[in-house]
């Protein structure tokens, strides 16, 4: 998977976070960043890493 699809992805999950945030769901904003965050920083790693 290649670096900009996965920035993407992360701007994806941020506005998944900002959209249950404006709803007042801090809980799933809050799930929806660190799920987000997450999954960036593994596959930023494993891209790395397999190169």
Not at 45 to 50: A, D, F, L, T
């Amino acid at each position: 998977m290649g670096k900009p699809l996965v920035l993407l992805l992360l701007v994806f999950w941020v506005f998944l976070a900002y959209r249950a945030l404006q709803r007042g769901d801090v809980v799933m904003a809050a799930l929806f960043g660190v799920v987000g965050i997450s999954l960036t920083v593994y596959r930023l790693r494993s891209h790395s890493s397999g190169s």
